[in-house]
């Protein structure tokens, strides 16, 4: 009972925290002049992306008066004229609405800080990642094992863009496994696109090997034009992911790296690992390792070129 108590008080004073900084971050994210967007998929529950019409998304849209209003696939995809940029960010495990809001909001000042200038629209990939009530590591083996085939409704979804400039893609720690899903889902053959994604895989809560070809030949590097990876071994939460698993299990890509010497020679030129362990200190933040500036201008290059 006691337990349960401490983690009510604790997703009580989670909400509340993340309140205030959508409060403080609105400001700031109009000030930016990007278009934001949430593409939720939490109400589809556990169906099968096979089962999952692309038009069942909820799509919220945030107005010139700051309310989030119910929009359409249709308004988001046809629109009157060429949509801006697209950036898609996929959150990482243990996140609410308002906190992913949170970190779509301090993106975008990062985009408008480092970049040209350019007008960008900014959808948050919404999956369901909350914190359930089971203790610590199963809870994070649920949130882990979820975002592995989430890949695939997104993969879905972005299947969408064929008339469109395909979006860059940002993943934040397990949002990392939701990315190289879809894009291993791209590989494989499943879906068609027409151009090349670019990708930035921040903190990424994987395997360092989830790059490698599988044994359908397929790897998320052959659906990129190019992928930015980081890399941090100050990262204190990364640090213990091979604990998540009982027995021996491989660290984590974003604490390690990448497993280059069994990539293909192409894989490598579309590859970029960024060493980020002499900016930041070992927070395990998203906004933090936006505060690396090489970091931050990476980004706001890919996305605007």
Do not use: K
């Amino acid at each position: 009972m006691n337990g349960l108590l401490n983690y009510l008080l604790r997703r009580v004073g989670a909400v509340a925290v993340a309140v205030l900084a959508f409060s403080a971050s609105w400001a700031d994210g109009r000030e930016t002049g990007a278009e934001f967007w949430v593409v939720r998929a939490c109400h589809l529950g556990t169906l099968p992306a096979d089962r999952v019409e692309t038009n069942r998304f909820d799509y919220r849209r945030l107005d010139s008066r700051g309310v989030w209003t119910r929009s359409s696939h249709e308004a988001f995809f046809h629109t009157e004229g060429p949509p801006p940029p697209t950036v898609v960010l996929v959150h990482g495990g243990f996140t609410d609405d308002a906190w992913a809001v949170h970190l779509a909001f301090g993106l975008s000042r990062v985009l408008s800080r480092y970049g040209a200038g350019r007008r960008v629209r900014l959808v948050v990939w919404r999956w369901p990642a909350e914190r359930s009530l089971c203790r610590l590591r199963p809870a994070l083996r649920a949130t882990l094992a979820r975002a592995d085939t989430e890949g695939e409704r997104l993969a879905r979804w972005l299947a969408q863009f064929e008339q469109l400039e395909p979006p860059t893609l940002m993943g934040y720690s397990a949002g990392c496994r939701v990315i190289a899903g879809a894009l291993r889902r791209y590989a494989s053959g499943a879906e068609s696109i027409t151009g090349r994604f670019r990708a930035v895989l921040v903190a990424a809560a994987t395997d360092t090997d989830i790059l490698l070809p599988s044994r359908s030949g397929g790897s998320p590097l052959d659906a990129v034009e190019t992928l930015l990876v980081t890399r941090h071994q100050r990262d204190r939460v990364l640090r213990l992911y091979p604990l998540v698993d009982c027995g021996p299990s491989p660290r984590a890509m974003g604490f390690a790296g990448v497993s280059r010497p069994w990539l293909p020679d192409p894989h490598h030129q579309r590859l970029e690992v960024m060493d980020l362990t002499r900016y930041i200190r070992g927070r395990h933040d998203f906004l933090h390792y936006l505060s690396a500036a090489p970091l931050a201008a990476r980004i706001a290059n890919l996305v605007e070129r």
